[in-house]
């Protein structure tokens, strides 16, 4: 499940509004806030991934359009 899915933009008044919906303030003038996702955990880390791409469970793209540069350890 993708963070896209998880999270939604929430203005003053509570109302919700999905990432996917481009918008820098909520229907009532509020500045956004981003809603709280669930934290890390062990199991949703590759192990044997020596980059960024270790976290590819919780990162907001798909990992198969990652470009890796070599950076390891990241």
Known sequence: MSLRSRATFIDR??????LT???WRG??????SLSEL???????IV?????IWR????LPVDPASGVSLGEGWT
């Open 13 to 18: 008044s509570g109302k919700s509004y999905p």
């Open 21 to 23: 919906d481009p918008r």
């Open 27 to 32: 229907d009532d003038g509020s500045p956004l």
């Open 38 to 44: 669930p934290g890390l955990t062990p199991a949703q």
């Open 47 to 51: 192990p044997l991934e020596r980059s």
């Open 55 to 58: 976290y590819q469970g919780v």
